[in-house]
Nanobody, 122 residues
Framework: VQLQACGGGSVQAGGSLRLSCAASGRAFSQSTTAWFRQPPGKEREFVAGIYWSGGSTYYADSVKGRFAISKDNAKNTVYLQMNNLKPEDTAVYYC????????????????WGQGTQVTVSS
């Protein structure tokens, strides 16, 4: 299983970015997929998650109303639309997938993408 994350970049506060996470094979089948982020010098934290079957979503309080996670079954891809970005959103963003109940704990995910840098300037 391989996950390929892309779409990061540098934007000013208030701007938008869309991250993509493409999976090889059937990595997303019967699974949950989540985005995590790791700010400089801090631990990795949960951002948003989605159930591949059904599409239910869950968000960290810090991004509710600004970020939206979605999926494209045909492309085997999960997206993270990030709007109204703030400097505190600056981090390396990772996608990850796991079977079972959606979790906010990184240790519960067994497949990870390589990370994509998001930098938001004030």
């Amino acid at each position: 299983v391989q996950l390929q994350a892309c779409g990061g970049g540098s934007v000013q506060a208030g701007g938008s970015l869309r991250l993509s996470c493409a999976a090889s094979g059937r990595a997303f089948s019967q699974s949950t997929t989540a985005w995590f982020r790791q700010p400089p010098g801090k631990e990795r934290e949960f951002v948003a998650g989605i159930y591949w079957s059904g599409g239910s979503t869950y968000y960290a309080d810090s991004v509710k109303g600004r970020f939206a996670i979605s999926k494209d079954n045909a492309k085997n891809t999960v997206y993270l639309q990030m709007n109204n970005l703030k400097p505190e959103d600056t981090a390396v963003y990772y996608c990850a997938t796991a079977k079972g109940v959606l979790s906010t704990r990184p240790n519960n995910y067994n497949y990870w993408g390589q990370g994509t840098q998001v930098t938001v300037s004030s």
